[in-house]
Each structure stands twice: as structure tokens, then as C-alpha cells.
């Protein structure tokens, strides 16, 4: 079970999470008070994770003592689907203060009701489908078991422009909470990878009037969201002790892995024009007329 990706509803699950994403699915009741953090994997979510857990944090906890320096940021702001509900768990949540943070790689309208009948917050990191595609390839080649064989980049890349990878397709997946976003803005930021590296001052103060913890005009003439932007940059982030290799993520992956190179445009490295060509007429045909555009370099 645990080796494939199966067909759940619409979106395809590893066989790892299936039974956390169903217990998620059925037993997770939001609070008005939540952050909700959905992504697809391998769109920056560890990054995401860290900057609003420090942004939500910033006045309990300096940064040099953040519980980021000691503890791995995926056990701070763990995901529903992947690690809480994990192998079918169904654990009382009732009791942790407010305001709760958690992550799902869910898709918005496989959501549990409770998450979209309170005002409960969404915040969705998209990564260019390019990127995120070559970030996921390596991704798979390192965590993939052993004993299977080795997946080509170019397979990998077949079952992607098909709509087969974890929680996708991605274009579904990007357009669930696009659409929701445009809807009701309150309830769902829709912020991108590329924006983040490119102006990330501006994203963060975005998140921060978005989860209701605005950075006041002290904390600016402070420095503090430079602070904090350095602070949970690539560089930065991968130094951390509890992101060293040898710790394990929900007994599955190695932390480590989840920093590879950091970058727009890496897939400029890997995929031949013709692939790119094929992934660019999928992007038109899919997300076409959306009001979505998706940066491919910065
Ligand atoms: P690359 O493989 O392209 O380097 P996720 O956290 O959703 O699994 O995404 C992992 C991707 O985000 C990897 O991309 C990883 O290197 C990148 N990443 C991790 N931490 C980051 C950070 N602090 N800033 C920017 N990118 C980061």
C-alpha cells in the first residue's frame, strides 16, 4: 500500500497518507480561530510553515529562542493528512491554545466541512508546476524505497503532465483555492512561491494583515520582518540543527530533504524544450482564462 499512488475521489494520495487523509477527512473539527496552510508538496510548505509559525510567535519568542532553533518545523505546524491523522489516528485536539496551526495537502473541496463552515483562515502557497515537478522528481528519486526501481525523469514527467502526482492534479488542485480565494478573500490568501522570492517583505506583510497579526510601525522601523525573513531563509532554515539529516518526519522522510536548492527556474536545468513546451500547452489548456499566471523564472 505504501509504495504507490492511488486514485482517491479526484486526487491521487500515496498509499502512506491514504488512511490519514480519510481520518483527517472524517474526524478534524476546525476552530474559528485556525490557520489552515495548504500547498502540493514540494511547493515551499516547509518554508511557509516557518514563516507564519514566527510571524504568529513573534511576540512570545525572540527569534534566538524560537522553538524553530530546537524543533523540526514539521512537528510545529504538523499536517493533518501526513502526520496527525497519519495511519488512520484520530487524537483530541481540543486542547491545544489558540490559534492552532496546522498544514494539509488536501485539495479544497475534499476539505472537512468544519474548515470551510467556520472562519477558520486558509493560507495557499502555488509553486510553479515546473519547479515544483523537478523539486518533486528529486524528491521521489531520494525517498523512493529501495527495493523499486529507480523512477526516470522522464515517467515521472509523463504521470505529472497527466494530472498524476500526490493531491493533483495540480491544476485542479491550484484552481480550488484560486476560485475560493477570488470568493471570499478573507477567508483564503493566495500567495505564490516565485512572489515569495521575489518580494518577500511584501508576502510577509500580506500574511501578516491576513492572520490578523499586523507588523505595527515599531516592528518595522525595527527591522523585525527582515529579521524574520532571514531567519526562515533557505540558507538559514537548512542550518538549523533539527533540519539536519538523520532526523525523520513522521518516521517517513529525512528533514533534510526537504531543502534541496531553494530556486525559481531550477527546471530550466532538467527539462528538455519539448517537455517544457508540453507542460506549458497543459498550464494554457488548464489554468487558461482563470486569472491565474504563473511565473516560470523570477
Ligand atoms: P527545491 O527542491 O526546488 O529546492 P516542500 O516544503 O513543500 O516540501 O517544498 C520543498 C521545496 O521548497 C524544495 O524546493 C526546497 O528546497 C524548498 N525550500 C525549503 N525551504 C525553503 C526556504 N526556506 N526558502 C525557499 N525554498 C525553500
Redesign the pocket.
Known amino acids: 500500500l505504501n509504495r504507490y499512488q492511488y486514485l482517491y475521489g479526484d486526487f491521487w494520495v500515496s498509499g502512506f497518507a491514504l488512511t490519514g487523509v480519510i481520518s483527517f477527512q472524517q474526524n478534524f473539527q476546525a476552530k474559528d480561530s485556525d490557520v489552515i496552510l495548504a500547498?502540493?508538496?514540494?511547493?515551499?510548505?516547509?518554508?511557509?510553515?516557518?514563516i507564519v509559525y514566527s510571524i504568529i510567535n513573534r511576540k512570545i519568542c525572540s527569534l534566538d529562542n524560537s522553538p524553530l532553533n530546537t524543533t523540526n518545523v514539521h512537528d510545529l505546524v504538523p499536517f493533518l493528512d501526513c502526520k496527525v491523522y497519519l495511519n488512520g489516528q484520530n487524537p483530541d485536539l481540543s486542547g491545544i491554545p489558540p490559534p492552532r496551526v496546522f498544514t494539509t495537502h488536501v485539495p479544497y473541496p475534499s476539505l472537512p466541512e468544519s474548515i470551510k463552515s467556520t472562519t477558520c483562515r486558509i493560507v495557499y502557497?502555488c509553486?510553479n508546476p515546473f519547479?515544483?515537478f523537478?523539486?518533486?522528481w528529486?524528491?521521489h528519486t531520494r525517498a523512493r524505497p529501495k527495493d523499486l526501481e529507480p523512477i526516470s525523469l522522464e515517467d515521472c514527467f509523463d504521470m505529472f503532465c497527466a494530472g498524476a502526482s500526490g493531491f493533483g492534479p495540480f491544476w485542479d488542485h491550484f484552481l480550488g483555492f484560486w476560485k475560493e480565494s477570488l470568493k471570499n478573500p478573507k477567508k483564503v490568501l493566495f500567495l505564490t512561491?516565485e512572489d515569495?522570492?521575489m518580494d518577500n517583505k511584501l508576502q510577509m506583510k500580506r500574511l501578516a494583515d491576513f492572520l490578523g497579526y499586523p507588523f505595527v510601525e515599531n516592528e518595522e522601523k525595527e527591522g523585525i520582518i527582515d529579521k524574520i525573513s532571514k531567519f526562515?531563509?533557505?540558507?538559514?532554515?537548512?542550518e538549523l540543527q533539527p533540519n539536519k539529516s538523520g532526523n525523520k518526519r513522521g518516521g517517513h522522510f529525512d528533514v533534510s530533504s526537504?531543502?534541496?536548492?531553494?530556486?525559481v527556474g531550477?527546471w530550466m536545468n532538467y527539462l528538455t524544450p519539448s517537455m517544457a513546451d508540453r507542460l506549458k500547452k497543459v498550464v494554457d489548456e488548464k489554468l487558461g482564462g482563470s486569472g491565474l499566471n504563473l511565473k516560470l523564472l523570477c
Open positions: 500547498t502540493l508538496p514540494k511547493s515551499g510548505t516547509t518554508w511557509l510553515k516557518a502557497l509553486r519547479d515544483s523537478v523539486s518533486l528529486h524528491f512561491y515569495m522570492q526562515c531563509s533557505f540558507e538559514s532554515m537548512r526537504f531543502f534541496r536548492k531553494g530556486e531550477d
